[in-house]
Nanobody, 123 residues
Framework: QVQPVESGGGLVQAGGSLRLSCAAS????????MGWFRQAPGKEREFVAT???????AYADSVKGRFTISRDNPKSTVYLQMNNLKPEDTAVYYC?????????????????WGQGTQVTVSS
């Protein structure tokens, strides 16, 4: 069983930075593919970034060049460094995990989800 727990959200001005963390309990973290998704009010949940056990990554076009996903296997933690934040990045950010090797952008492929952390970017 895997239980992701997010932290690091908050309020930031446009152009600022935040780093989200996701600690995932369980002894198989190093073999998990981890992902970040977000959901803004009135919108569907959307893919942000994913990282495989081999540290290959994939990003949504809207965040490419601004966000960086990384992982620390000994700490069972995945990070999302968010730079040059924009008001349209405002959303609840969710950490997700699944036992697979494909860098999938599809939310239903992920079997484990955190509760989410709010990110608000003011203009």
């Amino acid at each position: 069983q895997v239980q992701p727990v997010e932290s690091g959200g908050g309020l930031v001005q446009a152009g600022g930075s935040l780093r989200l963390s996701c600690a995932a309990s369980g002894r198989t973290f190093s073999s998990l593919t981890m992902g970040w998704f977000r959901q803004a009010p009135g919108k569907e949940r959307e893919f942000v970034a994913t990282i495989g056990w081999h540290e290959s990554t994939a990003y949504a076009d809207s965040v490419k060049g601004r966000f960086t996903i990384s992982r620390d296997n000994p700490k069972s933690t995945v990070y999302l460094q968010m730079n040059n934040l924009k008001p349209e990045d405002t959303a609840v950010y969710y950490c997700a995990a699944y036992h697979g090797t494909v860098l999938t952008r599809i939310s239903r492929d992920y079997g484990y989800w955190g509760q989410g952390t709010q990110v608000t970017v003011s203009s």
